[in-house]
């Protein structure tokens, strides 16, 4: 299964971009879908959910505020609004579907992942 992760860039601190992920409509139907990020030297962490009807969202307490995840059921595709982006939100950025219908903060509960996009925030 194919995740498509795009959006990435160069930004300076205070901007803001929009990643996107799309997948075949199969994977992304019925399931929930996070985003998480890795950047050098550090263990992947969680970024943000959101479940399969799109109402229920969770966040990392340090994206909190600034960053909004939400789905297209009908372009089969998820998106992070990342505002007021920090130095400290330099990393690649994957997203992945859950393996239920929900959204969780363990990335051991997802089935697919994408090949990740790169957000790099300059001070």
């Known amino acids: 299964v194919q995740l498509q992760a795009s959006g990435g860039g160069l930004v300076q601190a205070g901007g803001s971009l929009r990643l996107t992920c799309a997948a075949p409509?199969?994977?992304?139907?019925?399931?929930?879908v996070g985003w998480f990020r890795q950047s050098p030297g550090k263990e992947r962490e969680f970024v943000a959910g959101?479940?399969?009807?799109?109402?229920?969202?969770i966040y990392a307490d340090s994206v909190k505020g600034r960053f909004t995840i939400s789905r297209d059921s009908g372009k089969n595709t998820v998106y992070l609004q990342m505002n007021s982006l920090k130095p400290e939100d330099t990393a690649i950025y994957y997203c992945?579907?859950?393996?239920?219908?929900?959204?969780?903060?363990?990335?051991?509960?997802?089935?697919?992942w994408g090949q990740g996009t790169q957000v790099t925030v300059s001070s």
């Open positions: 959101i479940n399969w009807r799109g109402g229920n969202t």
């Open positions: 409509r199969r994977t992304f139907s019925n399931n929930g």
């Open positions: 992945a579907t859950s393996r239920t219908a929900y959204a969780s903060r363990d990335d051991a509960t997802y089935a697919y």
